[in-house]
Nanobody
Framework: QVQLVESGGGSVQAGGSLRLSCAAS????????MGWFRQAPGKEREGVAA???????SYADSVKGRFTVSRDNAKNTLYLHMNSLKPEDSAMYYC????????????????????WGKGTLVTISS
């Protein structure tokens, strides 16, 4: 059974940094597409960053240059390093897995991701 557990959320001031983690279990972690998504109150869920099995990454335009997604296959953990945070980055952040090697257009079509964690809340104050 696939389990994804996020951690690392919190409240910081604009301009600050956070690192989110996603501990994964129940499958061959290194073989699949993983991603971070977020959802703010009253808004649609949106893709933030994704990483393929070979380490290729993709980002939403709104976070390029500020966020970095990475994975530690030895620890079965996915990370999202977030710098220069803005109030508009405030949201519930979810870790997700796609049962396929490549992420393709998963950032713009979150339904491609088959497994989800419960989320970790990020709040950025101005």
């Amino acid at each position: 059974q696939v389990q994804l557990v996020e951690s690392g959320g919190g409240s910081v001031q604009a301009g600050g940094s956070l690192r989110l983690s996603c501990a994964a279990s129940g499958y061959t972690y290194s073989s699949y597409c993983m991603g971070w998504f977020r959802q703010a109150p009253g808004k649609e869920r949106e893709g933030v960053a994704a990483i393929d099995r070979d380490g290729s990454t993709s980002y939403a335009d709104s976070v390029k240059g500020r966020f970095t997604v990475s994975r530690d296959n030895a620890k079965n953990t996915l990370y999202l390093h977030m710098n220069s945070l803005k109030p508009e980055d405030s949201a519930m952040y979810y870790c997700a897995l796609r049962s396929y090697y490549w992420c393709d257009d998963a950032l713009t079509n979150y339904l491609r991701m088959g497994y989800w964690g419960k989320g970790t809340l990020v709040t950025i104050s101005s």
